[in-house]
């Protein structure tokens, strides 16, 4: 049963920029993780300053495999120039884990 992690990310309005542009430099980072399954960020449009950060996973230990490699090194690292790691652009994150148990898809015409 696929799994769908949101991390909610709380972001200043004076960091929203550096912030999709950050996920925009790594897009397709994630993708060729073994089961992966989808990907979204998720900007507010309603005065909230959380943006979603949504990934769905074939299952729990492919998430947990992501975690502990690829996602780990990423965030580890400095930046190309071998120089100190950014500041977060986000000031705090909450990770939500759901079971996907209801799924359905536009019926094809």
């Known amino acids: 049963m696929s799994v769908v ?6 972001v200043p309005a004076e960091q929203r920029e550096t912030l999709e542009k950050r996920f925009a430099s790594r897009a397709r980072t994630v993708e060729s993780s073994d089961g992966f399954e989808w990907f979204e960020l998720l900007r507010p449009v309603d005065g909230t300053d959380n943006y979603l950060v ?3 996973w074939r299952d729990e230990e492919s998430f947990q495999a992501w975690m502990e490699g690829p996602m780990k090194a990423a965030h580890q690292g400095g930046d190309a120039a071998g120089g100190e ?3 977060p652009a986000a000031s705090g994150s909450t990770l939500w884990s759901f079971e996907v148990v209801q799924q359905a898809a536009p019926k094809s015409e």
């Open 5 to 10: 992690k949101i991390n909610v990310l709380t």
């Open 54 to 56: 949504y990934t769905r």
């Open 85 to 87: 790691r950014p500041r």
